[in-house]
């Protein structure tokens, strides 16, 4: 801190420095035209390069490291593969992923070349599977053997047919249809024979007629059918309705007709100027139950009608 009454040891004034203070000691080191040392850098490339030295070493020690068995006199002095693919492997790396003269591999580096490794043993595969179909399409057992044909015969070659029958074969049918025709009427005689001459018993004179209790039965069985036929539910019977019996749907009309009858005769006796609140009342209900009457005619004229159940 600058002293009391008197200028600052850097050649500033108190009242400078209590205007524009400094940013602690590395703001006065900037001031001073020092660059502050960068602690954080400084630590990260000291622990890369500690990384690195912990890699290397690594390494050195698995070259190092004894071998598990011992090899042949003639392989004694012949790398392994494996060294050969690895330096390959890192010449091929590209200049983005050195750092410090040390190689490191790209992300996925390993997943890629595995599966190229399985593509390879897969495309491998299916050629060997082609050469195997084939092998087997053209192999005696598998391949479709073509029928040969039967050799042509020469021309000096006369073929062996079987001898030539003599039979005269419409005769033999000739004779084999008169057998038939003998045989069937020798077996009529028989069973005329049979009958000893005696006459066919008389017929009576019902003889080839239905019964007439045949005939009383069919009818019965019709009318039964008939009847079953109306119990049965109409089929445009909307539910929860029947059929209304055709008697006492014409009675129900022949009704009606006598209720309309006696309708317009009530009023036909009215008077022709109605000026009674009660005529006019009269008028007006006769009115409306000859419009009722009419649709009910309308109604049960119809060849079917439909009420309810209850």
Known sequence: MPLKGAASVYGRTQVADFIC??????????????????????????????QLQNRDDQI??????????????EF???????????????NNIPQTARTNDSVFL????????????????????????KQLESAEYYSTAKRPSTPRKDAVPKANEIA???PRSQENWVASNKLRMQTQMSSSTTSSKLLDRSSNGKKPAPKHKSF??????????????KLLKEREEAM??????????????????????ETLQ?????????????????????????????????????????????????????
């Not at 997943?111 to 390879?120: E, F």
């Not at 080839?208 to 069985?221: D, F």
């Not at 009530?266 to 006769?286: C, F, G, V």
């Open 21 to 50: 203070p400094d940013n602690g000691y590395r703001g006065t080191q900037l001031r001073r035209g020092i660059v502050p040392k960068d602690h954080m850098k400084e630590n990260y490339r000291q622990l890369r390069q500690k």
């Open 60 to 73: 050195s020690k698995m070259r190092s490291k004894p071998e598990s068995f011992s090899k042949l006199i």
């Open 76 to 90: 004694k002095n012949i790398e392994s593969r494996v060294y050969q693919e690895r330096e390959i492997s890192e």
């Open 106 to 129: 790209m992300k996925g580096a390993n997943n890629r070349r595995l599966l190229n490794q399985v593509r390879k043993g897969q495309e491998a595969r299916r050629q060997v599977e």
């Open 160 to 162: 062996d047919l079987a």
């Open 208 to 221: 080839g007629k239905v019964p007439s209790y045949l005939t009383q039965r069919k009818t019965e069985m």
């Open 232 to 253: 049965k539910p109409d089929k445009d019977c909307p539910p929860g309705m029947t059929l209304m019996p055709n008697e006492e749907r014409l009675a129900t009309l």
């Open 258 to 310: 006598q209720s309309k009858e006696e309708c317009i005769s009530q009023l036909s006796k009215m008077p022709i100027a109605i000026e009674t609140l009660s005529l006019k009342e009269k008028q007006h209900s006769l009115e409306c139950k000859l419009k009722e009457i009419d649709n009910a005619i309308n109604l049960f004229s119809k060849p079917k009608v439909f009420i309810s159940r209850d």
